[in-house]
């Protein structure tokens, strides 16, 4: 039989992977909504736990911009929406006469594209948007949507 210790992370136990983190939040926010229940009463319930959530996504949003969009070589890395239209060949010609931008790959959603430009390059960005074959620029990160 194996020992309790031998179950441990090699932290010690803290909490690292992002499972526990995530576990972590959730109960934090469950623990919050209770306790507002708890306080606020039923008539002021949804009020309470809209402004919970609200503060719950203003800190993930604090979080991601401060993870950045980076790849291993420092580059930002950025989703673009195609046009309607638009092809992935014609942004790539595109983006190819461009000295700052890079086009990196098809994305694996039908009508976005995977750009790279130096970090902060903001007239970079307003150029791929001008483009007629590009709808949308937005940092290539993961969003996660509870519904």
């Not at 576990?23 to 319930?45: D, K, N, Y």
């Not at 461009?98 to 130096?118: K, Q």
Request: with cysteine; proline share 3%; hydrophobic share 50%.
């Amino acid at each position: 039989m194996a020992s309790a210790s031998q179950h441990l992370p090699a932290d010690g136990g803290h909490a690292t992977r992002a499972g526990d983190i995530g576990s972590r939040i959730t109960l934090a926010v469950l623990a919050g909504v209770l306790l507002a229940l708890a306080v606020a009463g039923p008539e002021r319930v949804g009020g309470v736990v809209l402004g919970m959530f609200d503060a719950y996504v203003a800190a993930q949003q604090k979080m991601l911009e401060a993870a950045g969009n980076l790849t291993s070589d420092g580059r930002a890395e950025f989703a673009v929406l195609l046009a309607d239209g638009a092809s992935a060949d014609a942004l790539r010609e595109a983006v190819a006469r461009m000295d700052d931008v890079s086009f990196e790959r098809e994305a694996d959603l039908p009508g976005w594209v995977v750009i790279t430009t130096a970090a902060g390059n903001r007239s970079g960005l307003d150029a791929v948007l001008a483009l007629p074959a590009s709808r949308l620029v937005v940092p290539n990160r993961g969003l996660w949507i509870c519904h």
